[in-house]
Nanobody, 123 residues
Framework: QVQLVESGGGLVQAGGSLRLSCAAS????????MGWFRQAPGKEREFVAR????????YYADSVKGRFTISRDNAKNTVYLQMNSLKPEDTAVYYC????????????????WGQGTQVTVSS
């Protein structure tokens, strides 16, 4: 099982930026696809972005495309989510997930999840 720890959340004004990090415990990090999800109050968890093991492939939800960038550093066992042009509707708890299957990440059925980090965007 992979342990994932998110960090970097906080309070930011609309139009601002934040960079989230997710550190993984697995020595096999480079063999895992990684993803970001979010859950706003009263809403279901939704997919945000995913990245393949070697960073060749990335994919974003339409709601964040062009504003968010997912990246990873396999030497540091860390995946990032750079969030720019933030909007109040981006307010949510953000979670990272790990999965050996890149395409399964979007389903939300991955086994390994972090505890989440709160992002609040004020208007």
């Amino acid at each position: 099982q992979v342990q994932l720890v998110e960090s970097g959340g906080g309070l930011v004004q609309a139009g601002g930026s934040l960079r989230l990090s997710c550190a993984a415990s697995a020595r096999t990090f480079s063999s895992l696809a990684m993803g970001w999800f979010r859950q706003a109050p009263g809403k279901e968890r939704e997919f945000v972005a995913r990245i393949s093991r070697n960073s060749i492939y990335t994919y974003y939800a339409d709601s964040v495309k062009g504003r968010f960038t997912i990246s990873r550093d396999n030497a540091k066992n860390t995946v990032y989510l750079q969030m720019n042009s933030l909007k109040p509707e981006d307010t949510a708890v953000y979670y990272c997930a790990a999965d050996p299957d890149y395409y399964r990440l979007e389903s939300g059925l991955s086994r390994d999840w972090g505890q989440g980090t709160q992002v609040t965007v004020s208007s």
